[in-house]
């Protein structure tokens, strides 16, 4: 620090220098009051935190995050400036006594006494032409159009610091589309431009930064420990989150770097896999690379693969279950489900491939092709001269974000002319699903039953039967079962289904397994069920014959 005194002595003076010192005791003092950095500036009671008045507009936002950084530091709170750095610098184009503008690197030499800052040098230095240059190369770190340029400058860190660790970081917004519909592009263009600058001061030296699409962004970072990692997650979310008041989630998938003979760009890709594993999960923020992501992943691309061909195919193939009632046990009714009936691989689980639909869109496709298979097999019995039973079709929250569905409906229903009261409507409603209100107006004026399913799995509950526009509620197999094995649950739910029977609205249990079960839920008011212990879902062809034409 002596040597950093005498330099400061030495260019004092300067006047394309400025001088500043700061002290715990002493507070702020301008050592070079001759220079002429700074349009009309008033050096005598000048601060490090005055410059941002003389900062370019494209480089406040970064100057004000270091400075933030710089004042959490001083005041002992948590920031990105680690406790063993005695330099921190930041790039900063200032207008000068000659109203340009001029590249200068704010340096700051920090002194401390038990881990506190009691002192900083700060001296604003003139950048060259070739350290212009470098900063400009920088910059194409914050894009996509130069990815080799960041693998190398990581893989020369890396290299040279064989004693460290590292792990890349990749993180985005979730749902930016929504943030983009409902403030405009230039906010969101701004919000991102803002945690570009945010990452030029919160990554240190041995950190490399990179945005790599629109909101996807990536950090190849040392890290000492897995705290450590979720330590820098925790200070990204402290600076980013929040941009102008806009609520929104990050979301980090992290891989370790292991072994560099194919490059970074697998561990990139493999943090990628991650973060995309918890895109739909609102309880989990930050995910680890593991092997078996790799598998789950290289299934759900099978499936993207081969769900376009499935459906000319007509592998998907509606299967039925029975809903029966209780006393007599008697089939008064089906719901429609899918399988996927692959050649050369048998059922795909609807677990497996029905997830990945709903992500990507397929299963509006799904769904209308199944509602077609309904359609058809109820117009079969009409033709038969056979009364139907009523089918129940499943809406995928994926429909309800406009009514353009219930079109499609209503034009089945003419199309195969069917009666609406045979094709109920199941949908779970979801709170603050966005479209759910209007959409199920529209199939209540057109004449449709809807179903309320999954009732108790936690997206339904009480409030939602104050208002509600459904007819039937379907008890959730997961609440019948949670709920039946104590005294006290089995009073909840008699107490539930007496209360919809009040309020005149229909019941069917999902999942009844046994006998008990059934003689329970007949006891409580509840006389329609379907499950295992009536039937398992089959196929249509089997549906009918054992249902409709030998009964």
Same mark, same amino acid.
């Given at each position: 620090?002596?040597?950093?005194?005498?330099?400061?002595?030495?260019?004092?003076?300067?006047?394309?220098?400025?001088?500043?010192? *700061?002290?715990?005791?002493?507070? *702020?003092?301008?050592?070079?009051?001759?220079?002429?950095?700074?349009?009309?500036?008033?050096?005598?009671?000048?601060?490090?935190?005055?410059?941002?008045?003389?900062?370019?507009?494209?480089?406040?936002?970064?100057?004000?995050?270091?400075?933030?950084?710089?004042?959490?530091?001083?005041?002992?709170?948590?920031?990105?400036?680690?406790?063993?750095?005695?330099?921190?610098?930041?790039?900063?184009?200032?207008?000068?006594?000659?109203?340009? *503008?001029?590249?200068?690197?704010?340096?700051?030499?920090?002194?401390?006494?038990?881990?506190?800052?009691?002192?900083?040098?700060?001296?604003?230095?003139?950048?060259?032409?070739?350290?212009?240059?470098?900063?400009?190369?920088?910059?194409?770190?914050?894009?996509?159009?130069?990815?080799?340029?960041v693998q190398k400058q990581a893989m020369e860190i890396i290299h040279a610091h064989p004693e460290m660790k590292f792990a890349v970081v990749q993180f985005d917004v979730a749902k930016f589309k929504m943030i983009l519909a409902d403030y405009g592009e230039k906010t969101a263009s701004d919000m991102l431009n803002f945690f570009v600058a945010t990452l030029k001061v919160l990554c240190n030296n041995y950190q490399v930064y990179s945005r790599l699409s629109a909101d996807v962004f990536m950090i190849i970072t040392p890290y000492t420990d897995e705290q450590s990692l979720y330590d820098l997650i925790e200070l990204l979310d402290k600076h980013l989150l929040g941009y102008k008041g806009i609520q929104y989630r990050i979301v980090y998938g992290i891989c370790y770097i292991g072994d560099l003979s194919r490059g970074l760009r697998q561990y990139g890709d493999a943090a990628a896999m991650a973060r995309q594993s918890i895109k739909n999960n609102s309880l989990q923020k930050v995910a680890f690379f593991q092997n078996d992501l790799k598998k789950n992943i290289s299934a759900d691309k099978f499936i993207e693969d081969n769900m376009k061909k499935a459906l000319e195919n007509r592998e998907f193939v509606m299967y039925l279950q029975p809903k029966c009632n209780i006393p007599d046990g008697k089939v008064i009714g089906a719901e429609a489900l899918v399988r996927w009936i692959m050649p050369g691989h048998g059922i795909v689980p609807p677990n497996d491939f029905v997830p990945v639909f709903e992500k990507n869109g397929f299963i509006i496709k799904m769904d209308q092709y199944i509602w077609e298979e309904a359609c058809k097999?109820?117009?079969?019995?009409?033709?038969?001269?056979?009364?139907?039973?009523?089918?129940?079709?499943?809406?995928?929250?994926?429909?309800?974000?406009?009514?353009?569905?219930?079109?499609?409906?209503?034009?089945?229903?003419?199309?195969?002319?069917?009666?609406?009261?045979?094709?109920?409507?199941?949908?779970?409603?979801?709170?603050?699903?966005?479209?759910?209100?209007?959409?199920?107006?529209r199939l209540k004026e057109c004449g449709y039953t809807l179903l309320m399913d999954d009732f108790g799995s936690g997206y339904s509950s009480l409030n939602t039967l104050k208002d509600t526009q459904f007819d039937v509620i379907k008890i959730d197999r997961s609440f019948l079962n949670d709920f039946v094995s104590s005294g006290r649950g089995k009073k909840i739910v008699e107490h539930t289904i007496g209360m919809a029977k009040d309020i005149g609205l229909g019941m069917v249990a999902e999942g009844v397994e046994n006998k008990e079960q059934a003689e329970f839920l007949q006891n409580c008011g509840c006389t329609t069920a379907q499950g295992f212990y009536y039937a398992r879902p089959m196929p249509a062809e089997e549906f009918n014959e054992k249902y409709i034409v030998n009964s």
């Open positions: 620090m002596e040597d950093m005194q005498k330099m400061f002595q030495y260019i004092a003076g300067r006047e394309d220098t400025l001088i500043m010192i *700061w002290s715990r005791t002493e507070g *702020w003092n301008t050592a070079s009051h001759k220079c002429r950095v700074l349009k009309d500036a008033d050096y005598t009671h000048l601060t490090l935190f005055d410059l941002e008045h003389w900062a370019h507009k494209d480089d406040q936002s970064t100057f004000r995050i270091f400075l933030s950084q710089l004042q959490d530091a001083i005041d002992g709170k948590p920031t990105s400036i680690t406790g063993n750095e005695e330099k921190i610098s930041v790039p900063v184009r200032l207008l000068s006594a000659e109203d340009t *503008w001029v590249y200068h690197n704010i340096n700051c030499w920090l002194e401390r006494e038990n881990e506190s800052i009691v002192r900083m040098f700060v001296m604003t230095e003139p950048l060259d032409t070739q350290e212009i240059h470098r900063i400009h190369i920088a910059e194409t770190f914050t894009s996509d159009r130069n990815p080799a340029l097999l109820i117009r079969k019995w009409m033709d038969a001269g056979i009364t139907p039973l009523p089918i129940s079709i499943n809406v995928s929250r994926r429909h309800l974000s406009n009514t353009s569905f219930v079109d499609v409906l209503e034009q089945l229903v003419t199309k195969y002319e069917i009666p609406r009261e045979f094709l109920e409507i199941e949908i779970t409603e979801t709170v603050g699903e966005s479209g759910i209100a209007e959409s199920m107006t």
